[in-house]
C-alpha cells in the first residue's frame, strides 16, 4: 500500500513541479513513448543476461511480496513464543522423547496447530523442527547447533539478498540506458541539423526526455524496492534469530519462560512485546 502511495507522491511532486514551472507536456508525451520503450526494452534485456533462472524466479516471486504490509509484527512475534514456550515445557515435563511426534508431524501436532499464524509458515516450522529434532537425538552440543544455525540463517540472508541485488543493479542501470535514449535523439537532431531551430529544439528536448525517464525510473521507482526488499530480509532473518536464541538458552538449562525472554530481548523494539503481554498471551493460548 505504501509502495503505491510513495509512487504517486513521486508523480505529483515531479510533473506537478514540472507543470507549476510552466514546463509543456506536449514534448514529453511525443517523445515518452519511444523513449521507454528503448530503456526499458534495454533495461530487460540487460537483466536477463546478467541474472540466472533462480535469480529471476526469486526476483519475480519477491516483487508481489512488496506491494503488501509485513507480516512480521508483534502479534506474529508472541504467537511464535507462546508455540516455543509451550513446546520446550512439553519437553521439559516430560522429556524430549515426548516432542518427537510433534516434531516429525507438525502439521498433525496439536502444539502447532494452537498457533497457525506461525504454525502455518513452512519454512519457520521447518527451522524449529529441525533443530528440535537434532535436541531429541542428543547427539550435538549447544555450540555446534549454534555454528549450525548460523550457517543456515547465513544462507537464508544470501538468498533473500539475491532479489535485492538485482533490483538494485537494474536501478543502477537505469540512468545509463536513459543516457543511450538521449544519445540516439542526438544523433537524430544532428542529422537534421538544417531544419529551423524550433524543430531542432523540440528534437533536442525530445532527446533528453530520455535522461529524464532513466533517472526518474531508477531513483523514483526500481531503487527504493531493493531499498524496500532488504528491510525485509533482516525482519525474516529476525524471525529466525528469535527461534534459534530461544532454542539454545533452553539446551543450556534454562526453564521455557526464562529461554523465551531470551528470544524476546532479540526482537526489534517496534515489535516486541513486553514481558506481561507475552505472558498473558501465552497463558490465555494455554487455557
Do not use: W
Not at 64 to 76: D, E, H, I, Q, V
Not at 118 to 145: C, Q
Not at 166 to 190: E, N, Y
Not at 228 to 253: D, F, P, R, Y
Amino acid at each position: 500500500m505504501f509502495v503505491i502511495i510513495g509512487y504517486v507522491v513521486v508523480l505529483i511532486a515531479v510533473f506537478g513541479g514540472y507543470a507549476l514551472a510552466g514546463g509543456k507536456f506536449g514534448v514529453l508525451a511525443k517523445a515518452a513513448p519511444i523513449e521507454l520503450f528503448i530503456i526499458c526494452g534495454a533495461a530487460i534485456g540487460a537483466f536477463l543476461v546478467g541474472n540466472s533462472a533462480k535469480s529471476l524466479k526469486a526476483t519475480v516471486k519477491a516483487l508481489p511480496t512488496l506491494f503488501k504490509g509485513s507480516k512480521y509484527t508483534k502479534a506474529r512475534y508472541m504467537e511464535l513464543m507462546a508455540l516455543l514456550y509451550e513446546i520446550l515445557t512439553k519437553a521439559r515435563k516430560e522429556g524430549l522423547i515426548a516432542i518427537e511426534q510433534d516434531v516429525e508431524s507438525p502439521h498433525e501436532s496439536p502444539i502447532f496447530k494452537r498457533y497457525p499464524n506461525a504454525g502455518g509458515d513452512h519454512h519457520l516450522v521447518e527451522f524449529i523442527t529441525d533443530y528440535l529434532r537434532m535436541m531429541v537425538s542428543g547427539n550435538l552440543n549447544p555450540h555446534e547447533i549454534e555454528s549450525l544455525m548460523d550457517s543456515e540463517i547465513e544462507t537464508h540472508h544470501q538468498e533473500a539478498h539475491g532479489p535485492m541485488n538485482s533490483i538494485a543493479k537494474l536501478g543502477d542501470a537505469l540512468p545509463a540506458f536513459g543516457i543511450v535514449a538521449a544519445v540516439l535523439g542526438v544523433v537524430k537532431t544532428m542529422a537534421s541539423v538544417g531544419a529551423a531551430p524550433a524543430v531542432l529544439g523540440g528534437m533536442i528536448a525530445g532527446a533528453l526526455v530520455g535522461t529524464f525517464l532513466g533517472i526518474l525510473m531508477a531513483y523514483g521507482f526500481v531503487s527504493p524496492l531493493s531499498s524496500l526488499l532488504e528491510q525485509k530480509a533482516e525482519e525474516a532473518a529476525k524471525e529466525l534469530i528469535c527461534v534459534k536464541t530461544t532454542l539454545l538458552a533452553s539446551m543450556q538449562g534454562y526453564a521455557p519462560a526464562i529461554a523465551v525472554e531470551f528470544g524476546r530481548k532479540v526482537l526489534f523494539s517496534t515489535e516486541r512485546p513486553s514481558f506481561i503481554e507475552l505472558e498473558t498471551h501465552v497463558k490465555q493460548k494455554r487455557s
